[in-house]
């Protein structure tokens, strides 16, 4: 299993073959237009899709200048001279996301290239201070790569979809139209923020595969911390090129369009359906596809026009002349191949049967990066079904509520199985351990112990005293006692309730609905 | 803490005696007497402002080009765009020279973004020539860096800072009977300095002996981060190791009537330009003569691909230069002209109007050449040929220079072997002296300027003008240029061509 997902091998022993079959789009086609009776044309129709995802690094600095790279921070904050282009400042290129894109080739099977270099690519706009990107056209920092969609990715056969291309680029700044009308406002925090941007091959066929393939590369890019791949925040944005051929003619062969601006992954499947729906029916007609970037219009379900090929600028090439040439020797590669930890996918093979654990409980540890490094630290002599409910729901909680992630969290693996043991040992509460969990989460240094002590907390373990409690509220409460017998048996909630309520919490819940609805019960 | 420490010093400044030197008093008479014709100084700060401070260059007053950010002085970039603009940062050659102790006079006048050989298109108006003395015609000092040239002669200043793109330290040290001098590219960071093209842009240096030049020099070439392009420490020790190893060069000391005994001049005979004049032959062939008598072995030697050099030194700088001020947009700094109705609609003709009013006819051709050069159809045509002969023009500069280029060699040894080969070579820097201010209006003239200088920059090689005789009252001078990182023995060799070492 190991070897088939994270290997070369196109076989997966028992779930069937590697087949093109599966990717004939025409039948779907055929039902959407079946008024127009497609089956006498006698055509099938294929897409060929690839995909260009711009990806913001978790770089601290941007890619060229020392200014925090920061998301939603306020407008005009982070800028620094070289990113508003005042003159006379110059790129100062920051090693750490050329190792950040460095990583993201290793992890992607690709091949870090011993020389590369940046290009200008010019082009006037507000959001673009330089009057340039500085990018990678003709010399990217890595080449090839490939990854391997399978069952676990949701995809019910084996796929390979190649990757052309690893490049560095600056981000563009932001430019906000409409607030004042005529006038256009910038925020130039996002200027220079360092993205790679990953062209795949145009190995993709359907809109699941193109879906896939993007939610495959959030968790592999953000296990390996190189991006958090946010969709809604813009750290992840995706461009797809589509085109259509009839099935038996050169895949290559139909005229592509762009697809820019798909913001999550709901409207790449819709976007990719429609244009491949849109295409085949212009071919069908017997008219030309032309060459051109389009817009989805997810109400609508429809792709349209935004800029022909016409319109396309001439974006006059240059090598970056401020920047020298990115060398890389194999030592350094190797560094850093030794820092790079297991895929998603050997995480996966590796982990469900070790632990007993689903693919979902996996995934869902997998989107936050350290999170599988800390859950099996965590769980060395404990129950790995209680450590990972505590982890996902708990934990992630927090840093949900707190927007912060995991790595950046005070809270260490010794204090949170101090919680875990002082929970499974009956000496706190679960409502107690929440607590203690918040007051790690904002840096407190004590032990669970001696938080214990400090608060005065003590499970009431002495299921006598906890009689005599319940005793006088039932006596307290006839009304709902005479309910419960009268058969609303939720009324024990109540009961459990005050019970709590009465102990300051420091009763088993467990111990107090048993306790509670024997003496329910004995009253019958 | 900083903030403590910067207030110590700030009081220790402002307790420190007042520049009360003579020489103090000399500038700021120059710049007096002068300045009004010369106009090299648009900027300058009041005597009252300099403080003196110790440090090797102490007592030293300096001028900036006015495209080198100097804040609070403005850094124009001899640009109406500019015409207000003040640098937020120092460039890193300023800062280096204040804290070695010399102190800025002012910024000087230019060529409105280097682009120009006359000093004449400045929003600050023209700048003069000192030479020739005692006469009501104005000639040029040169450019683009003539007003540092013209501050520099007229003593208003006792070095400056320029930047040589193609010629612009050495054409206007010519011209004004000064010595100007362009290190390796990578010597001096360009930190601060306003992009014109940058991988031909150098900091460069003028003053009127070579001893100035070397003593500033040594100050303002060091690494710097904050330039990628500046030479690393590791490069200026391998650089230095590989120089060093050339013995059959004598040192200063070993022999005083023969003082560069050994060293082998070349004579590019491709510099032998129809419009050289004769007084720049003659001043050539008696520099010549010169160091033979100082011990030289003079050589004649051959560069084929010197004639195709400046057009390809156009297309590259003018290419580079198109994208470099895509940045002046009005929108963050600068000058900013409100769109017309017209192009307000289009976001990106928001700012056109902007770029139309605050360049000047000469940066507009020049922006509009280099667009063209880099478009799609050109490209092939123009732009990737120019880049093919750059690259052989630096193989050829490569094959006749003993000393081994330390960017495509291995070696720790200069090669001394070869006995073809030369370490430096010696040819004029201007085709003639200088013109009457406002006499030449056609570009293309102006660009033949620029045949014997655009080569170093295209190399990236070191090249000094030094000041050779007068002709007709106006000064000429004569060139050394050495291989890349050899900045030594250019100077070495100029200090013995110079005037007052004779």
């Keep these: 299993m190991l070897s088939v997902l994270s290997g070369s091998a196109v076989l997966l022993p028992g779930f069937g073959v590697y087949s093109m079959e599966h990717n004939v789009v025409a039948s779907f086609v055929f039902t959407r237009n079946s008024g127009l009776g497609g089956g006498t044309l006698g055509y099938r129709f294929k897409a060929t899709i690839g995909l260009e995802l711009h990806v913001q690094l978790l770089a601290a600095q941007k890619l060229f200048s020392a200014a925090s790279a920061k998301w939603n921070e306020p407008p005009n904050t982070n800028v620094n001279v070289a990113d508003a282009g005042f003159p006379g400042a110059l790129p100062q290129l920051n090693p750490e996301c050329v190792q950040l894109a460095a990583r993201a080739i290793l992890a992607l099977n690709g091949q870090i290239q011993q020389r590369s270099a940046f290009d200008r690519k010019h082009y006037f706009y507000a959001d673009q201070p330089l009057g340039y990107q500085i990018t990678q056209q003709h010399h990217p920092i890595g080449r090839g790569g490939y990854v391997d969609l399978g069952l676990l990715d949701g995809l019910e056969y084996v796929k390979r979809i190649g990757i052309h291309q690893l490049q560095l680029e600056q981000d563009t700044a932001k430019s906000i139209h409409g607030v004042y009308p005529g006038h256009v406002l910038v925020d130039l925090n996002r200027a220079g923020v360092a993205l790679i941007e990953i062209v795949s091959k145009p190995d993709v066929e359907t809109a699941d595969e193109a879906v896939f393939y993007v939610r495959k590369m959030q968790s592999l890019l953000r296990h390996i911390g190189v991006s958090s791949c946010n969709m809604e925040e813009g750290s992840l944005r995706c461009d797809v090129n589509v085109s259509v051929y009839r099935d038996g003619e050169d895949r290559l062969s139909g005229t592509r369009c762009e697809l820019k601006n798909l913001n999550s992954l709901k409207v790449i499947r819709g976007a990719v359906n429609a244009e491949i729906s849109r295409q085949i029916d212009v071919v069908r007609r017997g008219d030309n596809i032309e060459q051109e970037t389009r817009g989805y219009d997810a109400q609508s379900n429809t792709t349209f026009v935004t800029r022909t090929k016409e319109a396309v600028p001439d974006y006059r090439y240059m090598p970056e002349p401020d920047v020298p040439e990115i060398h890389i020797n194999d030592s350094w590669i190797a560094r850093l191949r030794k820092m790079l930890p297991e895929t998603p996918e050997v995480v996966m093979a590796r982990m469900m049967p070790q632990y007993g654990l689903t693919q979902e409980d996996i995934e869902t540890m997998l989107g936050e990066p350290g999170c599988t490094a800390f859950f099996e630290q965590a769980v060395v002599g404990r129950d790995p079904k209680r450590v990972l409910s505590w982890i996902t729901s708990e934990v992630f909680g927090q840093l949900a509520y707190r927007s912060q992630r995991l790595a950046d969290s005070s809270i260490t693996v010794p204090q949170f199985t101090q919680i875990i043991d002082a929970l499974s040992s009956d000496a706190i509460t679960s409502a107690q351990a929440k607590q203690l969990l918040i007051a790690f989460m904002d840096g407190e240094q004590r032990t669970v112990d001696e938080l214990i002590a400090a608060h005065r907390w003590e499970v009431i373990s002495d299921d006598g005293k906890l009689r005599v409690i319940s005793k006088q509220l039932l006596d307290a409460h006839p009304k709902e006692v005479a309910r419960y017998l009268k058969g609303q048996t939720r009324r024990l909630n109540f009961f459990v309730g005050k019970l709590m309520q009465a102990t300051n919490g420091q009763a088993k819940p467990q111990n107090a609905s048993e306790i509670m609805k024997e003496l329910l019960e004995a009253r019958r | ?502």
């Design chain 2, 1 to 502: 803490m900083q903030l403590l420490l910067t207030r110590i010093k700030a009081n220790r400044l402002r307790t420190a005696c007042r520049y009360s030197t003579q020489l103090l008093k000399d500038t700021y008479e120059a710049i007096n007497a002068h300045n009004p014709r010369l106009n090299a100084l648009p900027h300058i700060h009041p005597p009252s402002s300099i403080q003196e401070a110790n440090g090797p260059l102490s007592g030293w007053s300096f001028a900036a080009k006015s495209n080198i950010a100097a804040p609070p002085l403005p850094t124009t970039c001899g640009s109406h765009t500019l015409a207000s603009y003040t640098s937020p940062f120092v460039a890193t050659a300023v800062s280096m020279l204040e804290q070695a102790g010399a102190r800025m006079i002012g910024t000087s006048n230019m060529d409105e973004f280097g682009m120009g050989s006359l000093s004449q298109t400045s929003v600050h108006g023209p700048a003069h020539n000192l030479h020739p003395e005692h006469s009501s015609a104005l000639h040029s000092p040169g450019g683009s860096s003539g007003g540092s040239a013209a501050a520099v002669a007229a003593r208003m200043c006792r070095v400056a800072l320029g930047s040589d793109t193609g010629g612009s330290v050495r054409l206007p040290a010519s011209w004004c009977g000064v010595c100007g001098f362009k290190p390796s590219y990578g010597r001096v960071s360009r930190y601060g300095l306003a992009s014109y093209a940058s991988s031909l842009d150098s900091v460069g240096i003028l003053a009127r002996s070579t001893r100035d030049i070397r003593d500033t020099f040594n100050i303002v070439s060091a690494p710097d981060r904050r330039d990628m392009t500046c030479m690393s420490k590791s490069l200026r020790t391998r650089i230095h190791a590989l120089s060093a190893s050339r013995e059959w060069i004598s040192r200063d000391t070993e022999c005083a009537s023969e003082p560069l005994r050994g060293v082998r001049i070349g004579v590019p005979s491709e510099f032998w330009v129809t419009e050289l004049s004769p007084s720049a032959v003659d001043a050539w062939k008696q520099g010549a003569a010169k160091l033979s008598s100082l011990g030289c072995d003079i050589i004649p030697v051959s560069l084929p691909h010197i004639p195709h050099t400046l057009p390809a030194y156009y297309t590259l700088a003018l290419a580079e230069a198109s994208s470099n001020l895509a940045r002046f947009d009005g929108i963050r700094f600068g000058t900013r002209h409100m769109p017309t109705l017209s192009t307000r609609a289009n976001a990106s003709l928001k700012y056109a109007q902007t770029r139309s009013m605050g360049f000047g006819d000469e940066v507009k051709r020049r922006i509009l050449l280099g667009t063209f050069v880099m478009s799609a159809r050109a490209h092939e045509h123009y732009y990737l040929p120019s880049q093919r002969i750059r690259r052989l023009v630096q193989r050829e500069f490569n094959r006749i220079f003993a000393l081994p280029n330390v960017l495509c060699t291995t070696n720790t040894k200069a090669d001394a072997r070869n006995v073809d080969k030369v370490d430096a070579i010696l040819f004029p820097t201007a085709t003639d002296t200088a013109p009457v201010q406002g006499t030449s209006d056609n570009p293309v003239t102006a660009y033949v300027n620029d045949v014997m200088t655009v080569s170093a920059n295209m190399a990236g090689i070191p090249a000094i003008s030094v000041p050779f005789g007068l002709h007709n009252g106006m000064p000429l001078g004569l060139q050394i240029a050495a291989q890349y990182g050899d900045d030594d023995i250019v100077l070495r060799i100029a200090h013995y061509l110079e005037p007052q070492a004779a």
